[in-house]
């Protein structure tokens, strides 16, 4: 069993047929393949992607299924992200999982050109089809929750946040942060930078520029800043460190993955559990029951969380879970926008 993550999209390396097995006819599990489009950089970023690789690689070991996986580029067109699914559709994979916003109108596509396929994608709800199911996470929820950690922690009374593009889901997240730390302290004051404007997603990928940008904030004051933006965030991290100051992590618990040297910088990590989202979806597959439309993981369903690795913020755990608690039963409404 290989696994190959492809960066050109006209290129298929491993296929998408049935097992060759000797003896008894496999199970259907065994005979099926998945296919899966990353967001650009593929497996490794220790966030996005890799939360998502963990669900695949959970339900290719409880069903010994088959995987495909391919990788988008920075910089791909509508047509080059559609090609991507559909090469996966056309060799037999099914389901077939996009991982990220930026694949909904490939998804959207190439789920008409192959109805009887099933289709997911992780972070859109506009993608809609009888074939399509919509993995959603309320992120304000867990950002409601970090950015209430944070304005308790800090001594400045500043906040930073840094997104990886200027784009409606990221600003998700920026949200939910505002409302939380505005919530226990109204006065708190916080600095936005976006490292790119969508369609442009390179801000995902320079730790280089997330590293400056955050150096800024650190100098003007700042003392926590919340990423939001992939394999950038390690910029985050390693200025924080420099500056001896606080980060807040996002999507995994990344004062558990990231580099070691920086893990004592990391305050708390907004969690988001994709890997079970994606595992989700697959056993639906599986087992016959997989259904169509927005599926939402909220903090009431356990996969939007926030952490507490290191007791950095073990001072505030009570006060945080108490708010926690409000927005499960409603009392506080976090906003999305």
């Known amino acids: 069993m290989r696994r190959v993550i492809l960066t ?18 496999p ?3 065994a005979r099926m393949t998945v296919g899966i489009v990353y967001a650009a950089g593929g497996r490794g970023d220790k966030s996005y992607n890799e939360s998502a690789a963990f669900g695949l690689d959970k339900a290719r070991a409880e069903f010994g299924l088959r995987a495909k ?20 559709a056309e060799s037999g994979c099914d389901p077939v999982i996009g991982v990220g916003f930026i694949h909904a109108t490939a998804v ?14 992780v972070d859109d709800n ?37 997104g990886g593009a200027d784009v409606p889901h990221i600003r998700t997240y920026e949200v939910g942060y505002r409302a939380g730390a505005t919530h226990v302290k109204p006065k708190v004051r916080i600095q936005v930078k976006y490292l790119s404007k969508g369609p442009d997603l390179s801000g995902f990928r320079d730790p280089a520029l997330a590293g400056t940008v955050a150096h800024d904030m650190y100098q ?21 460190l420099a500056q001896e100051r606080w980060a807040i992590g996002s999507i995994s618990d990344q004062a558990k993955t990231a580099t070691p040297s920086v893990r004592e910088n990391i305050l708390t990590s907004m969690v988001k559990k994709i890997d079970v989202a994606v595992f989700d979806f697959i056993a639906s597959v599986v087992r016959g029951k997989v259904r169509a439309g927005p599926i939402t993981y909220d903090l009431k369903a356990g996969a939007i ?6 007791s950095h913020i073990r001072d505030f755990v009570p006060r945080l879970n108490a708010l926690k608690r409000q927005i499960i039963n409603g009392t506080i409404k976090v906003p999305t926008g």
């Open 126 to 162: 506009s993608a809609r089809a009888p074939n399509i199911t919509n993995l959603l996470f309320a992120d304000n929820e867990g950002s409601f929750l970090v950015g209430a950690a944070g304005a308790l922690k800090s001594r400045t009374g500043k906040l930073g946040f840094i």
């Open 220 to 240: 003007s004051g700042v003392d926590i800043i919340y990423q939001v933006a992939g394999r950038s965030g390690s910029g985050v991290f390693e200025a924080a």
């Open 27 to 29: 199970s259907p599990a």
């Open 8 to 25: 050109v999209p006209l290129v298929l390396v491993v296929g998408c047929g049935g097992l060759a097995t000797e003896g008894p006819s």
């Open 108 to 121: 959207k596509t190439v789920a008409a050109e192959f109805p009887r396929v099933r289709f997911a994608i």
């Open 305 to 310: 969380d926030y952490t507490t690795t290191g």
């Open 69 to 88: 996986e391919l990788a988008a580029g920075l910089r791909d067109s509508d047509a080059q992200r559609a090609q991507r699914f559909r090469l996966l």
